[in-house]
């Protein structure tokens, strides 16, 4: 009889230190901080044909990346070592993503419609020797746990056309 009384006062006073935490709460900046990932981004060239310039073609020198929400900068990054890029992003978000190369560091502008309007001046063939101006976008990407590697496949910004005109069979034109 001792034994159900003790077993009895045992589960009693187990039951009376049980106590239910409350829920932590978080502020509203805390909340979106807490549903982030680091996304890693790995940049390659996505161009198989080469430049008629005398420059690497294929460097990539430097790269901003930037991450649109609902029309609006959310997240930028620039570095100067491009292989890999890290930014941390809002999971369960459709982004659209941009980047731009070789161009040094670019404000990008707040409202994603005025990416219409951003612009790189080359101002000789030697400003070239920082590499050639390369671009990548990709619209609606879903940040999930399968999303945290993406691939930034560069494309060349400019090009170099040349052309040769055999005026000796039109006759009466004269080429200088």
Same mark, same amino acid.
């Given at each position: 009889?001792?034994r159900? !009384? @003790?077993?009895?006062?045992?589960?009693?006073?187990?039951?009376?230190? #049980?106590?239910?935490?409350?829920?932590?709460?978080?502020? *509203?900046? *805390?909340?979106? *901080?807490?549903?982030k990932?680091?996304?890693?981004?790995?940049?390659? +060239?996505?161009?198989?044909? %080469?430049?008629?310039?005398? $420059?690497?073609?294929e460097? #990539?020198?430097?790269?901003?990346?930037?991450? @649109?929400?609902?029309? &609006?900068?959310?997240?930028?990054? @620039?570095?100067?070592?491009?292989?890999?890029?890290?930014?941390?992003?809002?999971?369960?978000?459709? @982004? +659209?993503?941009?980047?731009?190369?070789?161009?040094?560091?670019?404000?990008?502008? $707040?409202?994603e419609?005025?990416?219409?309007?951003?612009?790189?001046?080359i101002?000789?063939?030697?400003?070239?020797?920082?590499?050639?101006?390369?671009?990548?976008?990709?619209?609606?990407?879903? #940040?999930?746990?399968?999303? &945290? +590697?993406i691939? #930034?496949a560069? *494309?060349?910004?400019?090009? %170099?056309?040349?052309? %040769? $005109?055999?005026?000796?069979? !039109?006759?009466?034109?004269? $080429? +200088?």
């Amino acid at each position: 009889m001792k034994r159900v !009384l @003790y077993a009895i006062a045992a589960t009693l006073a187990c039951i009376s230190c #049980i106590h239910e935490f409350p829920e932590p709460e978080f502020s *509203e900046q *805390e909340n979106s *901080e807490q549903g982030k990932t680091k996304v890693t981004f790995r940049v390659s +060239n996505a161009f198989g044909t %080469r430049s008629s310039l005398n $420059v690497d073609d294929e460097a #990539i020198y430097d790269i901003n990346i930037w991450a @649109y929400r609902d029309g &609006k900068l959310e997240s930028k990054a @620039y570095t100067t070592s491009p292989s890999v890029v890290v930014m941390e992003l809002t999971m369960g978000v459709t @982004y +659209n993503m941009y980047a731009v190369a070789n161009t040094g560091p670019k404000t990008p502008p $707040v409202e994603e419609s005025s990416l219409k309007s951003l612009a790189c001046s080359i101002t000789s063939i030697a400003s070239l020797n920082n590499g050639l101006p390369m671009a990548w976008s990709q619209d609606r990407v879903y #940040i999930d746990d399968d999303s &945290k +590697n993406i691939s #930034i496949a560069l *494309e060349r910004l400019v090009s %170099r056309i040349g052309f %040769r $005109v055999d005026a000796s069979l !039109l006759n009466g034109l004269k $080429v +200088n």
